[in-house]
């Protein structure tokens, strides 16, 4: 300034802007002082980037007094400022004062644009508030046809309320009047239904979207596939893997996963391996997922040693076993009967810096049984040591023990800690 040098609206403009996209929120707010200072008047773009850059980071505060500071300076706000301040206070969950903003807007005739209405949206409908139906409506009062994204929003905010026959409803809307809905609103439909387990529908939808010419992603597809495993429809899983390849859509190693965990709920343990040698042959890899799913398959149908091997080959493979891996295995030899490669897995668990878990603690006291009641007592305050409080089950095992071994007061003691506990004994107990 010393050289007479004063820098313009438009220079300290791109000054400020160019602050914001280097992080530097506090070095724009100075040089925005620095223009008053300057008498020099900040405009709509300065406000608007500083209020967007202090709702980044969550100043919602500083962010509504530099929105009061636009009408104390005359300076008039669009719809763009509005925007910017409603998204802000979505990101803080204040829903009321975004919506409060929305009345203020009508009421000062600054008319908001397709982006304005689908921040709306979201915002509504992360709050699960009913308000998002009635702001739907209001996108075609304003003369606007909602896209693809403000379907999308929907869809997603009443499949995560459990509305599923809404969601389609609106689908169906979409068709009607020629809104072509892309592939990324397709893939939260699809994933909406399949959680509600309404996989025939699902199936109607990706088949409408091949016809379309939409082509489905491998989100779409394995949110299908994934429900058809977790209803034991193998073979229609597989079917839907094939023709996503044929139509070049690529798998991820999450699909493969969900086909292997799949195959060994149902004991199909051929299938789950030969899902497994496709992806050792392809470039797909496997993860330690995939591992626990298979050696929870194997102990299930009391093939522990072929499980163990498999645990070797975790290793080898470059992974390390978790609590998962460990708590299949003491539960296969627990349910096996071998007692002693259960108490061995569990302290190589613990070697490994492992934390057991309640599900370690199930199949350990119920599998030691025989080993007397002052050693699953022994186990028992291992698990209190490690902050892990016992429930049902493990009190069901520890009062079995007590009666195969004739002690009735620790028995009764049990029962009546089970109580004190607020765990309501069942017909086992």
């Known amino acids: 300034m010393e050289s007479g040098f004063r820098p313009n609206k438009f220079m300290y403009s791109k000054a400020v802007e160019a602050s914001l996209k280097m992080g530097d929120l506090d070095r724009g707010i100075e040089l925005m002082e620095n223009m008053k200072k300057a008498r020099v008047s900040p405009n709509l773009f300065v406000y608007n980037i500083l209020i967007g850059g202090l709702c980044k980071w969550k100043k919602i505060g500083d962010a509504e007094k530099l929105f009061k500071e636009t009408t104390d300076r005359k300076v008039a706000v669009s719809c763009v400022t509005y925007y910017i301040l409603i998204d802000g206070y979505y990101k803080v969950g204040n829903v009321d004062k975004a919506l409060n903003l929305r009345v203020r807007m009508k009421m000062e005739n600054v008319e908001p ?143 493969y996963n969900m086909l292997v965990d799949g195959s060994c709920a149902v004991g199909k343990l051929k299938d789950a391996f030969r899902f497994f040698d496709e992806m050792l042959k392809s470039e797909i890899g496997l993860t330690l997922v995939t591992y626990n799913s298979l050696i929870n398959g194997l102990c299930k149908n009391r093939r522990v040693k072929k499980a163990e091997d498999l645990l070797l080959q975790i290793t080898s493979s470059g992974f390390s076993p978790d609590v998962i891996t460990y708590n299949s295995l003491i539960s296969g030899y ?15 668990m613990k070697n490994l810096g492992i934390k057991p878990t309640l599900k370690t603690f199930h199949p350990l006291i119920s599998g030691c049984y025989k080993k007397g009641v002052a050693f699953v007592e022994k186990l028992s305050n291992d698990m ?18 007590c009666v195969e071994h004739g002690d009735v007061q620790k028995e009764f003691d049990l029962h009546r800690g089970m109580v004190d506990q607020g765990i309501n004994p069942d017909k086992m107990t």
């Open 113 to 255: 644009s397709l982006i304005t209405f689908n921040s709306l949206l979201s915002g509504l409908w992360k709050a699960q508030r009913i308000e998002a139906k009635k702001v739907f409506e209001e996108i075609r009062v304003h003369g606007f046809v909602p896209d693809a994204f403000a379907y999308s929003i929907c869809f997603d905010g009443l499949s995560k309320c459990g509305d599923c026959e809404a969601a389609l409803a609106l689908y169906e809307d979409a068709n009607s009047k020629g809104v072509r809905i892309n592939t990324y609103a397709c893939g939260i439909l699809l994933n909406g239904l399949c959680k509600e387990g309404k996989v025939e529908k699902a199936e109607e939808i990706l088949e409408e979207m091949e016809n379309k010419g939409i082509k489905p992603n491998v989100v779409s597809y394995g949110s299908l596939i994934n429900c058809l495993c977790k209803d034991g429809k193998l073979l229609e899983a597989e079917i839907i893997l094939r023709d996503m390849v044929n139509r070049g859509v690529s798998p991820i190693v999450q699909i």
């Open 384 to 401: 209190l040591e490690m902050d892990l409080a016992p429930d049902r089950v493990i009190f069901d095992a520890f009062i079995r023990c």
């Open 334 to 348: 627990s349910t096996a009967g071998n007692t002693q490669k259960c108490l061995e897995l569990y302290e190589n």
